[in-house]
T-cell receptor, first 110, second 113 residues
Framework: RKEVEQDPGPFNVPEGATVAFNCTYS??????FFWYRQDCRKEPKLLMS???SGNEDGRFTAQLNRASQYISLLIRDSKLSDSATYLC???????????FGTGTRLQVTL | NAGVTQTPKFRILKIGQSMTLQCTQD?????MYWYRQDPGMGLKLIYY???????DKGEVPNGYNVSRSTTEDFPLRLELAAPSQTSVYFC????????????FGPGTRLTVL
């Protein structure tokens, strides 16, 4: 099983739609979780950290499910500008490092 | 603050040539990283540093070298470039630990022909 696994997509959704991505991780001892956003040919940028109790930032909601070892990202009222690749990032292993998923591509259309 | 800066933005090398990718951060971060990203793949850690004078290998260190003489700078050296090193290289930094939020530079697109 991969350390961090994501559906590559693409997810094609119309503007205004709600879309959700999941990401599974293999190490039950993982403690740090993030969602990063990467635009085409650009660097990854932090979108939000994921806390145990779940957290919200405007139209974005992140959830952590430790029992099933996955994190989720919900985007409400999608905008054209949300089109990007969303990277799931988890700390894994005894070396305490971050592992980046391969990303889920979102395309928001008119 | 400029954050993390990288030079050059683009570079084409011939097989067997060498080059240094520059990375500088002005956030006084202790931790710095070099990643490579191949098309459709996740970020792979090449080398990292936990402070000036201390570096360690990541997942894919072969063919690369690093040094960290100052807190701000973390250059990546490619010796004897090979086509397999064609990739986008990102430098990143973090403040508290290796599992803290990482801030990325804009990347260097390298092609080896």
């Amino acid at each position: 099983r991969k350390e961090v696994e994501q559906d590559p997509g693409p997810f094609n959704v119309p503007e205004g739609a709600t879309v959700a991505f999941n990401c599974t991780y293999s190490n039950s001892a993982s403690q740090s979780f993030f969602w990063y956003r990467q635009d085409c040919r650009k660097e990854p940028k932090l979108l939000m950290s994921v806390y145990s109790s779940g957290n919200e930032d405007g139209r974005f909601t992140a959830q952590l499910n430790r029992a099933s070892q996955y994190i989720s990202l919900l985007i409400r009222d999608s905008k054209l500008s949300d089109s990007a690749t969303y990277l799931c990032v988890v700390n894994t292993g005894t070396a305490s490092k971050l592992t980046f998923g391969t990303g889920t591509r979102l395309q928001v259309t008119l | 603050n400029a954050g993390v800066t990288q030079t050059p933005k683009f570079r084409i090398l011939k097989i067997g040539q060498s080059m240094t990718l520059q990375c500088t951060q002005d956030m006084n971060h202790n931790y710095m990283y070099w990643y490579r990203q191949d098309p459709g793949m996740g970020l792979k850690l090449i080398y990292y540093s936990v402070g000036a004078g201390i570096t360690d290998k990541g997942e894919v260190p072969n063919g690369y070298n690093v040094s960290r003489s100052t807190t701000e700078d973390f250059p990546l050296r490619l010796e004897l470039a090979a086509p397999s090193q064609t990739s986008v290289y990102f430098c990143a930094s973090s403040y508290i630990s290796r599992t803290d939020t990482q801030y990325f530079g804009p990347g260097t697109r390298l092609t080896v022909l």
